[in-house]
């Protein structure tokens, strides 16, 4: 008796290799990248507006963060079962910047967990923007990170960053998506994107955030978000205009020899 595959058995099979490949190889591109993010974010966060406060804490005057202003923060949530509500005296906010590549964010503390049948929905709306008399700056991308993410079960943390150019039917500049569940080992903690107008590359003034997270445990699952990142980038960079500065000083002295 002869054991063996027909030709299209054989076909079959090595199409179902190739695309068990193909997965295997995005998902290990996806953990790279998402852990590239996550050590740099984490290991280089400098705090700038001394420790965590409530966002209903926040000045009037919004938060100050570098050459950033954050301001007109709304939170909004709802949780059933077991979990707190989120709202603005619960969530805690912290001003910084990633020392390693200059951008300034913040970090938010959520401590959020779920059990079975268990949901948190949250919304975190806000306004970023540069402050007057930074005149040479522009944002021009995003970074979203979710710290201490963990799912296990039917689990699962989702979080989304919408990103506009006016407050009110405003055109999009960014979409960002970050994501836990179980067997995906860490690899979409982290998103950024460069900011696009109609796809095109732009640099902003000015912006306005949309952020909803959800945390849930499922049938029978668990999930948990204890913080999240949420940087922006600035150009050109302050050490391309201090070097731009040195230089037109150095091109000055050379004139008046």
């Not at 950024?192 to 849930?216: A, H, I």
Request: include cysteine; charge should be negative; proline fraction near 4%.
């Amino acid at each position: 008796m002869k054991h063996g595959f027909c030709k299209k058995e054989l076909g079959d099979i090595m199409k179902r290799n190739r695309r068990s490949a193909k997965k295997s190889v995005t998902l290990l591109l996806a953990i790279l990248i998402s852990f590239s993010i996550v050590s740099t974010a984490s290991a280089a966060w400098v705090p700038l507006t001394g420790d965590f406060i409530p966002i209903s804490s926040i000045p009037t005057g919004g938060l100050v963060v570098g050459d950033k202003l954050f301001e007109g923060f709304e939170v909004t949530g709802i949780a059933n079962d077991g979990p707190s509500t989120p709202s603005s005296s619960t969530v805690l906010i912290q001003g910084g910047q990633n020392d390693s590549t200059g951008d300034y964010g913040l970090r938010l503390r959520l401590s959020w967990t779920a059990g079975s049948d268990e949901f948190i929905n949250a919304g975190i709306n806000f306004k970023v923007s540069i402050l007057p008399g930074y005149d040479p700056f522009y944002i021009e991308d995003a970074v979203l990170w979710l710290a201490t993410a963990s799912a296990a079960g039917t689990g699962l943390v989702q979080s989304s960053e919408n990103i506009y150019d006016a407050d009110f039917l405003g055109n999009s500049l960014a979409v960002l998506s970050a994501s836990a569940q179980s067997g995906d080992f860490g690899a979409f903690l982290a998103d950024s994107d460069d900011l696009r107008l109609f796809g095109n590359p732009t640099q902003v003034k000015e912006m306005w955030v949309r952020m909803g997270v959800t945390v849930q445990g499922g049938d029978v699952g668990s999930a948990g978000l204890h913080e999240v990142f949420m940087l922006y980038s600035q150009v050109p960079e302050p050490a391309t205009i201090l070097m731009l500065g040195l230089g037109s000083l150095a091109l000055l002295r050379r004139r008046k020899r």
